[in-house]
């Protein structure tokens, strides 16, 4: 595993709960009370680690899959092996509190498309960026380009009424 994907979280955190279909342990963790917010990213992760598992025909490498939300992230989103952190904006939803301000789209869902497209990028690095990566930084393009791809795959596979395509650019 290459050093930049080792990470430790300590803090007291509620967690969302669930199992992909071969197994692996699915949380989202977050800010105590706001469990029920990661239910979105949670089922959105499960799906895509299943689809993932069936499109790459490598299984997804760990027993299990964190993903934390952090408050005030700098980076909207990392890859860490096994324990993905995302800004809380990116990874937590209640359709009915979330500010106005952090919907950033026209409509609602565009925003909930974005949160299962930043998930399912991040879920990608499991395979391209963690399992496999790239020589050196000047390869970052093929790593994240990738990524960015095929999360918009597993998006219109979970969600094909949303058309992401004609939004792929």
């Known amino acids: 595993m290459s050093t930049y994907l080792v990470a430790l979280i300590i803090g007291l955190f509620d967690y ?8 692996i342990k699915v949380r989202v963790y977050c800010q105590v009370g706001k469990s029920s917010q990661g239910k979105f990213a949670l089922d959105v992760a499960v799906k895509t680690l299943d689809l993932y598992k069936t499109y790459f ?9 964190d993903m934390v939300a952090i408050p005030d992230f700098a980076a909207g989103a990392m890859e860490n092996y096994g324990l993905v952190t995302y800004r809380e904006t990116a990874l937590l939803f209640d359709d009915r509190h979330s500010a106005g301000s952090n919907k950033q789209r026209v409509d609602s869902m565009h925003f909930i498309n974005s949160y299962t497209v930043v998930v399912a990028h991040e879920l990608a ?11 050196w930084w000047t390869h970052l393009w093929l790593n994240e380009g990738f990524a960015t791809w095929v999360s918009y795959l597993a998006a219109d596979s979970l969600f094909p009424e949303w058309k992401v395509w004609t939004q792929f650019s």
């Open 57 to 65: 025909a490598v299984p997804y490498s760990l027993p299990k899959l």
């Open 16 to 23: 969302v709960e669930a199992s992909t279909s071969d197994g």
């Open 125 to 135: 690095h499991q395979w391209f960026g963690n399992l496999v990566t790239m020589e």
